[in-house]
């Protein structure tokens, strides 16, 4: 167990809709990053948050949006969903945003899977 | 942009057995760091080794152990004493060590390591 907790474990919805993952960093954690892996596209980066502010975005679809409150969760939106958008999306979190060191513990994903 | 190829879909090794798993990667950049990440079928990202790109010295956890070429941009996974436990999905992964690249991590695609009893 990583520490690091994402809800719902699973998620089936319909095209066109809008769904919300959550994502509870570790205990002291300030940065939670986004990644999603599909079949076709492998494991990618979506987005960086560090103790409530973005810091650095990767493939993330416009139709995708994200933030981190001031308890540290973070929530990822997925709006007009398209079957594409199917996927494990990961949280991980760390403890410094920006230091090296830190290594980043990844939570159990959510399972979408829009049809 | 950094790159991560794992070029071998699948392996498989027969218990107690010795496995590599290769990875190469792609980059402009000196300092760096390295991971090797395991999926099994639950699909939690477990953290397996990580290597500093400024250290010579290989790094080792337990009966894993890496062989880092930084020449060669060469990163591959020694898993010692295979266990049927070691059976996953397992992935190469770069994260550079410059603030202003950002803390992503890049990922290869991974190779299927199967354990046979």
């Known amino acids: 167990d990583s520490g690091v907790t994402q809800t719902p474990k699973h998620l089936i919805t319909a095209t066109g809709q809008r769904v919300t993952l959550r994502c509870s960093p570790r205990s002291g954690d300030l940065s939670v990053y986004w990644y999603q892996q599909s079949l076709d596209q492998g494991l990618q980066f979506l987005i960086h948050y560090y103790n409530g502010e973005e810091r650095a975005k990767g493939n993330i679809l416009e139709r995708f949006s994200a933030q981190q409150f001031p308890d540290l969760h973070s929530e990822l939106n997925l709006s007009s969903l398209e079957l594409g958008d199917s996927a494990l999306y990961f949280c991980?979190?760390?403890?410094?945003?920006?230091?090296?060191?830190?290594?980043?513990?990844f939570g159990p994903g959510t399972r979408l899977t829009v049809l | 942009a950094q790159t991560v190829t794992q070029s071998q879909p699948e392996m498989s090794v027969q218990e107690a057995e010795t496995v590599t798993l290769s990875c190469t990667y792609d980059?402009?950049?000196?300092?760096?760091?390295l991971f090797w990440y395991k999926q099994p079928p639950s699909r939690q990202m477990i953290l397996v080794i990580r290597q500093e790109a400024y250290k010579q010295q290989n790094a080792t956890e337990n009966r894993f152990s890496v062989n880092f070429q930084k020449a060669a941009k060469s990163f591959s996974l020694k898993i010692s004493d295979s266990q049927l436990g070691d059976a996953a999905m397992y992935f190469c992964?770069?994260?550079?060590?410059?603030?202003?690249?950002?803390?992503?991590?890049?990922f290869g695609e991974g190779t299927q390591l199967t354990v046979n009893p």
């Open positions: 992964a770069y994260r550079s060590a410059y603030l202003t690249s950002g803390s992503r991590l890049t």
């Open positions: 980059t402009s950049e000196s300092d760096y760091y």
């Open positions: 991980a979190s760390s403890s410094v945003g920006g230091a090296i060191t830190d290594t980043q513990y």
